[in-house]
């Protein structure tokens, strides 16, 4: 009976397989990494209506629509970035929160093999349903969110502050009307010798089953990140700039002896998830460097991008990638940690793999080596906002990103026919 049972299966799975001429899109001999499903090797990948259909040698390009050639390039599953401020608009004193510090996501995602991005806590409850409007349902991007703990969201100065506008029922409740969307609660920014804050975002959480991301930090002397791991946070909850030293925010690595400090190896093993959330001045090499030499990875490579970060060190979700290759992160791993790895901080394993079935969202990278490099020194140099200044040999460029399905940017016109799709005007 089993065995009948797996016979059914097994013909319904080929039935699921799509026939070649059937294919909207056949990448062609490109080397695939897709940490989920252990793939590590030159590979064919087939799309059809929108979903991965086939990872395999020698997929036939016959009736395909459009043919990729990506030889010599590496096709990964779409990037996702768990860090990002997307919620622009014309609000001109309200930082990010429908205002100019934040972004139009389709404007950056695409050119760096970015399909799904999570914006960290520019709305709250209060506006959240304006953010979805204007961006979330605007944009070809997948745009999910962190529910900021503060009700008028990321509106800068004393709104921040205000703790009586950290409601964690009401802001549970939105986040559980928007399933969807809403992928875990924020707290950022909050400058006060206080846990309330903190504890209000992981009641949030709590009451909405969903991670909380903690931007920690602001209070001079900083509050004990010991405390905030092993007291207040539970497995699963994120802790972004784990890169980051400020004088208002303690450290990860002990700067006296550059070592990872003890308790932080046992908030991972607690589930603690460190996120790089690069950002404007929260990541340093001094920092970095140090944890990187001794094995401590960071669990998901995110960007914290804005109008400010983007244009000084961070710059992009390659760029950022590209640093931790530089420092000896191995590629896998920096994979890895901007894939498969974000999507299941999030909870939404449906997406960051090949696996058939999953939304066809692909980034097919190339590795830049720096003998190409202008200056012709043999490197690429990777600076942080200190000045502090490493030098890699390899660069990652985005070459093609497909987003469910479609290809929507395409370097150097890699596709057999050169198809882009561009968002319907409306
Ligand atoms: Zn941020």
Not at 73 to 79: A, D, E
Not at 85 to 113: C, E, I, K, M
Not at 333 to 356: D, K, N, Y
Request: aromatic share 8%; charged share 20%.
């Amino acid at each position: 009976m089993k065995k009948l049972y797996f016979l059914v299966l097994s013909l319904l799975c080929c039935a699921t397989l799509a026939p070649a001429q059937e294919n909207n899109i056949v990448i062609k001999g490109g080397h695939v990494i897709d940490p989920r499903n252990n793939i590590n090797a030159v590979m064919d990948v087939a799309i059809r209506d929108g979903k991965i259909v086939q990872v395999a040698k020698n997929i036939d390009t016959k009736g395909a629509i459009q043919v990729v050639d990506a030889k010599g390039m590496y096709v990964t599953p779409g990037l996702i970035d768990i860090h990002t401020h997307v919620f622009f608009g014309t609000n001109l004193d309200q930082t990010y929160s429908n205002g100019p510090n934040a972004l139009p996501p389709d404007g950056f995602t695409f050119r760096n093999g970015v399909t799904t991005i999570v914006d960290a806590g520019c709305a709250g409850w209060r506006n959240f349903e304006v953010f979805k409007k204007q961006t979330i349902d605007r944009s070809q991007t997948r745009v999910l969110a962190l529910l900021n703990i503060v009700g008028e969201g990321m509106r800068g100065g004393t709104f921040e502050q205000n703790i009586a506008d950290m409601d964690p029922q009401k802001t549970a409740e939105m986040a559980k009307q928007y399933p969807d969307h809403v992928v875990g609660i924020k707290l950022a920014h909050f400058n006060g010798y206080d846990w309330t804050p903190t504890d209000r975002a992981v009641e949030a959480g709590k009451l909405a089953g969903r991670p909380v991301m903690i931007d920690f930090g602001g209070s001079n002397p900083p509050l004990p990140i010991e405390e905030l791991y092993m007291k207040h946070l539970r497995p699963g909850d994120i802790y972004t700039h784990c890169f980051g030293q400020l004088k208002t925010r303690e450290a990860i690595v002990d700067v006296e002896t550059g070592k990872v400090k003890p308790f932080v190896l046992e908030a991972r093993k607690k589930g603690i998830l460190f996120d790089v959330g690069y950002g404007g001045i929260s990541f340093a090499f001094s920092q970095a460097i140090p944890a990187i030499k001794s094995g401590f990875f960071p669990n998901t490579i995110s960007t914290d991008i804005h109008t400010g970060s983007m244009n000084n060190a961070m710059k992009d979700m390659l760029n950022v990638m590209s640093k931790f290759l530089a420092m000896g992160m191995d590629l896998q791993s920096v994979i890895r940690a901007s894939t498969w790895a974000p999507a299941q901080a999030i909870r939404r394993e449906e997406l960051g793999s090949l696996s058939v079935g999953a939304p066809a969202d692909v980034a097919i990278l190339s590795l830049l080596d720096g003998k190409f490099n202008v200056r012709e020194t043999g490197y690429f140099g990777f600076f942080d906002y200190t000045g502090y200044k490493i030098e890699g040999k390899q660069k990652f460029n985005c070459e093609m990103t497909i987003r469910n399905g479609k290809i929507v940017y395409d370097l150097n016109g890699i596709a057999n026919p050169v198809i882009v799709t561009q968002r319907p005007r409306s």
